[in-house]
């Protein structure tokens, strides 16, 4: 990955795994190079899963139990 797993969007994350699946897909991959598809693919897969654990997190905070919304600011994982 060129980028930290901080700098890494979802949206970019998620790209970057559609590519590798693509390339996978396509068939004729070298043994190796699967293997380094697969890898930096659970890589992104974790990353996105994290974000979206993330979000989810957020989105729970935003409605009280009395369901009135509460400001929130997007924040990003450490």
């Given amino acids: ?5 901080k700098e890494l969007s979802f949206e ?3 790209e970057q795994l559609e590519s590798i699946v693509n390339k996978m897909e396509e068939g ?11 890898a930096e693919g659970s890589k992104l897969s974790k ?3 994290d ?3 993330n ?3 957020q989105m729970k905070e935003i409605l009280r ?4 919304r509460s400001s929130f600011e997007i924040q990003e994982e450490n």
Avoid at 1 to 5: A, D, F, K, P, V
Wanted: glycine fraction near 0%; charged fraction near 40%; include cysteine.
């Fill in 65 to 68: 139990e009395d369901n009135k």
């Fill in 28 to 38: 004729e991959v070298p043994l190796e190079k699967a293997m380094e598809y697969y």
């Fill in 47 to 49: 990353i996105c899963h």
């Fill in 1 to 5: 990955m060129s980028e930290t797993n």
């Fill in 12 to 14: 970019d994350a998620l």
């Fill in 51 to 53: 974000k979206l654990v």
């Fill in 55 to 57: 979000a989810e997190k």
